[in-house]
């Protein structure tokens, strides 16, 4: 086994005994109505001595290099001071003119960087100016790199027609591949996690290795060092198109980035600690108005072939509501016609995030979901003495919490990803013009402030006016299966009692359900783009 690897016996027994853990939560501790509960999310152990053992293997390939380096361990300092494992230090000097801020992570980080390759080729005199991607197998300099207390996360891309012994593709755009490493994962009661298939080319690399594909992403899971890894591409499971990337294109460039990773930096620190759910504590007082219905009570038969909601009492993080000012309303955009509402700016609010979509949602019947929820503005007023002006296009969208953006020039969404001791989880906004995204700098590694204006409620979807004024809002949480959507329902309920200062009331039926097994391919009728909320081939 390589150092820091994990047998898949060990890895089932783990993921097992979490599973039930967050079942018996659940049955031990039954909530009251209209109770929320904050996540459990479980710590993972790093080790560090085995991380410092595959890179002197690594390094040690590379002589020249290997002389600069430093692996005795320093005593005297204390444990968790950087200058105790001052090969890291080293290697984190190196790393930190093209990853910034790797030091910051908390968990080793593997990258297709080879570092001893890039110190080796500068010591025998190679040029600043030699293209990175000759010491990270052929893929472009990284796109996006966040590291911090939770671990760390990136982005890469590869060129059609790179790469010495790639095949031939039919899809014309770069390839882009993401990787997360945690020492941080949700406890979520997903019956479809911890599933794939072993990838026997590259067992000997990754013993636990599992493939899958799953909410639309190709994944490659393991364990190293302790830390959970996730591999990812975004393909569908389709017949390959020039401006569709197939799954089958997308494994040997994944394989190929699997294979490339080294450790490129990290720095040991205090180790993280479970973190156990609770049930949060709401307002004493009473809002006079506003009223929600429970989460999972979509509109009667608009899930995925008729099914309904999934009920999710959980309130993933504690955040500034999106939008600035209250009211606001949480309402079906694309069925609104069904409800027995006259408005959609109106109280009580709906859960719309198990509406019927060709996107992969593994809470929602049938695997398939919207993925997370719409919110409209109120109608402007009419004008009147004493009354402010009100410009129905400047409702001003804010940072739900203090973050790092996740965004290209290209994108349509703007994602916010919090990384700290306690939490590592995403919020993605959509339907903001993305040319004034771009305008106001909203693009990836800018950190925001909770609370700072990042945009206004928007129609655009593909183009403007493309869809209805709204917002749509969603959740992301890393788990040993990667990124997941969970419901942002009860999140936003309780985000939105804290911006009114008043509890909200339940109304409506109680939903009782169980979550469905997630689909791992798209049947026939989903295999086209849902336009009305947006992926129009490149955005989910």
């Given at each position: 086994?390589?150092?820091?690897?994990?047998?898949?016996?060990?890895?089932?027994?783990?993921?097992?005994?979490?599973?039930?853990?967050?079942?018996?939560?659940?049955?031990?501790?039954?909530?009251?109505?209209?109770?929320?509960?904050?996540?459990?999310?479980?710590?993972?152990?790093?080790?560090w001595r085995a991380a410092?053992?595959?890179?002197?293997?690594?390094?040690?390939?590379?002589?020249?290099?290997?002389?600069?380096?430093?692996?005795?361990?320093?005593?005297?300092?204390?444990?968790?001071?950087?200058?105790?494992?001052?090969?890291?230090?080293?290697?984190?000097?190196?790393?930190?003119?093209?990853?910034?801020?790797?030091?910051?992570?908390?968990?080793?980080?593997?990258?297709?960087?080879?570092?001893?390759?890039?110190?080796?080729?500068?010591?025998?005199?190679?040029?600043?100016?030699?293209?990175?991607?000759?010491?990270?197998?052929?893929?472009?300099?990284?796109?996006?790199?966040?590291?911090?207390?939770?671990?760390?996360?990136?982005?890469?891309?590869?060129?059609?027609?790179?790469?010495?012994?790639?095949?031939?593709?039919?899809?014309?755009?770069?390839?882009?591949?993401?990787?997360?490493?945690?020492?941080?994962?949700?406890?979520?009661?997903?019956?479809?996690?911890?599933?794939?298939?072993?990838?026997?080319?590259?067992?000997?690399?990754?013993?636990?290795?599992?493939?899958?594909?799953?909410?639309?992403y190709m994944r490659y899971?393991?364990?190293?060092?302790?830390?959970?890894?996730?591999?990812?591409?975004?393909?569908?499971?389709?017949?390959?198109?020039?401006?569709?990337?197939?799954?089958?294109?997308?494994?040997?460039?994944?394989?190929?980035?699997?294979?490339?990773?080294?450790?490129?930096?990290?720095?040991?620190?205090?180790?993280?600690?479970?973190?156990?759910?609770?049930?949060?504590?709401?307002?004493?007082?009473?809002?006079?108005?506003?009223?929600?219905?429970p989460s999972g009570d979509?509109?009667?038969?608009?899930?995925?072939?008729?099914?309904?909601?999934?009920?999710?009492?959980?309130?993933?993080?504690?955040?500034?509501?999106?939008?600035?000012?209250?009211?606001?309303?949480?309402?079906?955009?694309?069925?609104?016609?069904?409800?027995?509402?006259?408005?959609?700016?109106?109280?009580?609010?709906?859960?719309?995030?198990?509406?019927?979509?060709?996107?992969?949602?593994?809470?929602?019947?049938?695997?398939?979901?919207?993925?997370?929820?719409?919110?409209?503005?109120?109608?402007?007023?009419?004008?009147?003495?004493?009354?402010?002006?009100?410009?129905?296009?400047?409702?001003?969208?804010?940072?739900?919490?203090?973050?790092?953006?996740?965004?290209?020039?290209?994108?349509?969404?703007?994602?916010?990803?919090?990384?700290?001791?306690?939490?590592?989880?995403?919020?993605?906004?959509?339907?903001?013009?993305?040319?004034?995204?771009?305008?106001?700098?909203?693009?990836?590694?800018?950190?925001?402030?909770?609370?700072?204006?990042?945009?206004?409620?928007?129609?655009?979807?593909?183009?403007?006016?493309?869809?209805?004024?709204?917002?749509?809002?969603?959740?992301?949480?890393?788990?040993?299966?990667?990124?997941?959507?969970?419901?942002?329902?009860?999140?936003?309920?309780?985000?939105?009692?804290?911006?009114?200062?008043?509890?909200?009331?339940?109304?409506?039926?109680?939903?009782?359900?169980?979550?469905?097994?997630?689909?791992?391919?798209?049947?026939?009728?989903?295999?086209?783009?849902?336009?009305?909320?947006?992926?129009?081939?490149?955005?989910?």
């Open positions: 086994m390589p150092p820091g690897g994990e047998t898949v016996v060990g890895k089932s027994f783990r993921f097992v005994s979490q599973l039930l853990a967050s079942l018996s939560l659940l049955i031990a501790s039954p909530l009251a109505a209209d109770e929320f509960r904050s996540p459990s999310l479980t710590a993972l152990r790093v080790d410092l053992d595959q890179l002197r293997t690594e390094i040690n390939v590379h002589p020249r290099a290997a002389e600069d380096f430093i692996f005795a361990p320093r005593r005297s300092v204390p444990r968790y001071d950087p200058r105790a494992m001052p090969a890291l230090v080293q290697l984190n000097a190196i790393s930190s003119q093209f990853f910034t801020g790797i030091a910051r992570s908390s968990v080793p980080v593997l990258l297709p960087f080879d570092a001893a390759a890039y110190l080796e080729a500068r010591r025998n005199g190679a040029p600043a100016t030699v293209a990175l991607s000759r010491y990270q197998a052929d893929f472009n300099s990284v796109d996006l790199f966040d590291a911090g207390p939770a671990g760390y996360s990136a982005t890469f891309s590869f060129e059609p027609g790179t790469g010495d012994g790639m095949p031939s593709r039919v899809f014309a755009r770069p390839v882009e591949v993401q990787i997360t490493g945690s020492a941080l994962v949700y406890d979520i009661a997903d019956p479809s996690g911890g599933k794939g298939e072993p990838v026997k080319p590259l067992a000997a690399l990754y013993p636990d290795l599992r493939k899958f594909i799953r909410e639309g899971a393991f364990t190293r060092f302790g830390v959970a890894y996730v591999v990812s591409i975004q393909c569908l499971d389709s017949v390959a198109k020039p401006r569709r990337l197939a799954c089958k294109e997308a494994y040997p460039v994944a394989e190929r980035f699997l294979k490339a990773l080294r450790v490129a930096g990290g720095q040991r620190m205090r180790p993280l600690t479970d973190i156990a759910s609770n049930i949060l504590d709401r307002p004493t007082v009473r809002s006079p108005d506003f009223t929600y219905r979509i509109i009667p038969n608009t899930g995925y072939r008729k099914q309904g909601g999934h009920p999710d009492v959980m309130a993933y993080a504690q955040i500034r509501f999106p939008l600035e000012k209250a009211p606001a309303f949480v309402h079906s955009q694309s069925y609104a016609k069904r409800d027995k509402m006259e408005s959609t700016t109106a109280y009580p609010w709906r859960d719309n995030f198990c509406e019927a979509r060709s996107f992969e949602v593994w809470q929602c019947g049938g695997g398939y979901g919207h993925q997370g929820e719409d919110i409209r503005a109120a109608e402007c007023p009419s004008p009147g003495e004493g009354r402010h002006a009100c410009d129905p296009k400047q409702r001003a969208v804010v940072a739900v919490r203090d973050a790092r953006v996740i965004r290209a020039a290209k994108d349509q969404a703007v994602t916010l990803q919090i990384n700290s001791r306690t939490e590592h989880i995403r919020f993605r906004y959509m339907h903001m013009n993305p040319q004034a995204l771009n305008a106001d700098g909203l693009l990836n590694g800018r950190i925001v402030s909770e609370g700072e204006k990042i945009g206004v409620v928007s129609n655009y979807l593909d183009h403007p006016a493309g869809t209805s004024m709204h917002l749509h809002f969603d959740v992301q949480v890393f788990t040993r299966d990667g990124w997941i959507w969970v419901s942002p329902y009860v999140t936003l309920v309780s985000a939105y009692e804290r911006l009114i200062r008043a509890r909200g009331r339940e109304v409506g039926p109680e939903i009782a359900g169980t979550p469905q097994p997630v689909a791992h391919a798209l049947p026939e009728d989903v295999l086209k783009p849902d336009l009305r909320e947006g992926s129009g081939g490149d955005e989910n």
